[in-house]
Nanobody, 114 residues
Framework: VQLQASGGGLVQPGGSLRLSCAAS????????MGWYRQAPGKQRELVAT???????NYADAVKGRFTISRDNAKNTVYLHMSSLSPEDTAVYYC?????????WGQGTEVTVSS
C-alpha cells in the first residue's frame, strides 16, 4: 500500500489547513487509517484515526479542532485542521495497517507561525 500525503504549508495561528492522504489501494478495504505527527525533537504521536465504518478517534490535543474524514470514491483520507497554533507545527504522516504490515506516507510539513 502506498500513501501520498499532501496539503501542508505555512499558516498563521488561528488558521486552517486540509491535509490529504491518497492511497494506492481502495481504502474501503482498509479497516483503519490514521494521521500522526512528529514535531522537531519529539516522538511521533497519534493525531486521529478513522475506521472503515467511519468511527473516529482523536488525540486530546486536537479534539474539537481537527476532523478526520474519508472519501472512498477518491481513495483519500483527509485531516481538516482549524484553530491552528504553533504547537501544531510538525510533519504529518498518514498511516494504515494492512495484513499486519504498517504503511506510512512520506509526510507533509505543517508550520504554524506569524
Amino acid at each position: 500500500v502506498q500513501l501520498q500525503a499532501s496539503g501542508g504549508g505555512l499558516v498563521q495561528p488561528g488558521g486552517s489547513l486540509r491535509l490529504s492522504c491518497a492511497a494506492s489501494k481502495r481504502i474501503s478495504t482498509l479497516n483503519y487509517m490514521g494521521w500522526y505527527r512528529q514535531a522537531p525533537g519529539k516522538q511521533r504521536e497519534l493525531v486521529a484515526t478513522i475506521t472503515v465504518g467511519g468511527s473516529t478517534n482523536y488525540a486530546d490535543a486536537v479534539k474539537g479542532r481537527f476532523t478526520i474524514s474519508r472519501d472512498n470514491a477518491k481513495n483519500t483520507v483527509y485531516l481538516h485542521m482549524s484553530s491552528l497554533s504553533p504547537e501544531d507545527t510538525a510533519v504529518y504522516y498518514c498511516n494504515t495497517i494492512y495484513w499486519g504490515n504498517n504503511y506510512w506516507g512520506q509526510g507533509t510539513e505543517v508550520t504554524v507561525s506569524s
